[in-house]
């Protein structure tokens, strides 16, 4: 059964440094997104990309956020400077159409020091 | 008013019993429901859609009642294998695009 991986599965760095998030979302799906989850708390979006663009994000998803395809298969989360409020679970999800079912990924622990 | 709202719980229940779960979402143009659930530290696991009225997948039976904007999750003779937390999801149009607004979660914990 296709699913969606995830890597690294943990992720830890100093406050102020960049880290990148890598996906591979299902292979025939189109629709692609990232969401987090603080440890005890809510799964909240962040952001979808259809089509090599950013379709939705959300207030979360501020300028130190930015996604990419940069290949067929590969789908990445960046975030420039890292704060220590940004230590959660990402996960990467994907879909076959923007009002499907999504899929989840094992998703990355990040801790910010 | 919250956008999709769960009872958090915990839900305890003995095996073998029957639970219920409901969850109230505001928005009226909400086209598709999906319930997840989650184990601790793992990801979201999809456990049903919910495109029309309901949904039935053997022990699982889903309900949606759009004129009161509720979708309820009926889990029958329940196994200790069933401790989750149960999130409802509802799909919202945005502009060209949908977005998956999620519930906080329901807690259930199954004693044997």
Redesign the interface.
């Known amino acids: 059964e296709p699913e969606v991986t995830q890597t690294p599965s943990h992720q830890v760095t100093q406050m102020g440094q960049e880290v990148i998030l890598r996906c591979v979302p299902i292979s025939n799906h189109l629709y692609f997104?990232w969401y987090r989850q603080i440890l005890g708390?809510?799964?909240?979006?962040l952001v979808?990309f259809?089509n090599n663009e950013i379709?939705?994000k959300s207030e979360i998803f501020d300028d130190q956020f930015s996604v990419e395809r940069p290949d067929g298969s590969n789908f990445t989360l960046k975030i420039r400077s890292t704060k220590l409020e940004d230590s959660a679970?990402y996960?990467c999800a994907s879909s076959e159409m923007?009002?499907?079912?999504?899929?989840?990924?094992?998703?990355t622990?990040l801790t910010v020091l | 008013r919250k956008e999709v709202e769960q009872d958090p719980g915990p839900f305890n229940v003995p095996e073998g019993a029957t639970v219920a779960f409901n969850c109230t979402y505001s928005n009226s143009a909400s086209q598709s429901f999906f319930w997840y659930r989650q184990d601790c530290r793992k990801e979201p696991k999809l456990l049903m859609s919910v495109y029309s009225s309901g949904n039935e997948d053997g022990r699982f039976t889903a309900q949606l009642n759009r004129a009161s904007q509720y979708i309820s999750l009926l889990i029958r003779d329940s196994k200790l294998s069933d401790s989750a937390t149960y999130l409802c999801v509802v799909n919202i149009p945005m502009d060209s695009n949908y977005q998956l607004i999620w519930g906080a979660g329901t807690k259930l914990i199954i004693k044997p």
């Open positions: 997104y708390q809510k799964v909240e979006f979808s259809y379709s939705e679970m996960f923007s009002n499907n079912e999504q899929f989840f990924g094992p998703g622990r």
